[in-house]
């Protein structure tokens, strides 16, 4: 089977909301406090934060989709939509997530490849992520496919401060 990818519009905010809190879910709770993932998915993935996310200019969400099942998803930043501002040129992947009984699918590779392709088309400089530093799962899956720590910053998850290693690859 072949993984599809296409671009999340506003009908798909149900659908898109249900990936977002569930691959979450799966990838966090068990290393953080029930509270402390309950205000981040309060704030984050509302339906109404989602809905305007994708009506913005700068905010991008592609879906990963295999045997006509959407699996996974990526959200892509660019300009002052990034969540650091280091280099308003280059292309940000917020957030990349495949439902747990997708993985090696290789939707993560496709949406990969759909972030690099985006990079290019808006002739950026590089692509970046940051990912959780206990995640080595993630770190070892990007730097699988080029991607290189550059810096650190604090990602906060509820009441916890979380140190993300920032990646990059150049497009």
Known sequence: MQINITRATIGDVAVLQDLCTTTFI??????????DMQEYLSRHFT???????????DCFFYFAEYNGEKIGYIKLNTG????????????????IYVLKAYQG?????ALIEKAMAA????????VWLGVW???SKAITFYERHGFVAFDTHIFVLGEDQQK???MKKSV
Request: charged share 35%; net charge negative; proline share 2%.
């Open 119 to 126: 990079g290019a088309d808006i002739h950026a400089p590089y």
């Open 80 to 95: 002052v939509k990034q969540t650091e501002h280091a280099e308003m040129k280059a292309l940000e992947i917020e957030r």
């Open 26 to 35: 799966d990838t966090y709770a068990e290393h953080n406090t029930e509270a």
């Open 164 to 166: 993300d290693i920032l």
């Open 47 to 57: 339906t109404e934060r989602l809905s305007a996310q994708l009506q913005e200019e």
């Open 133 to 135: 530093e206990k995640n």
């Open 105 to 109: 699918v290789k939707a993560g590779h």
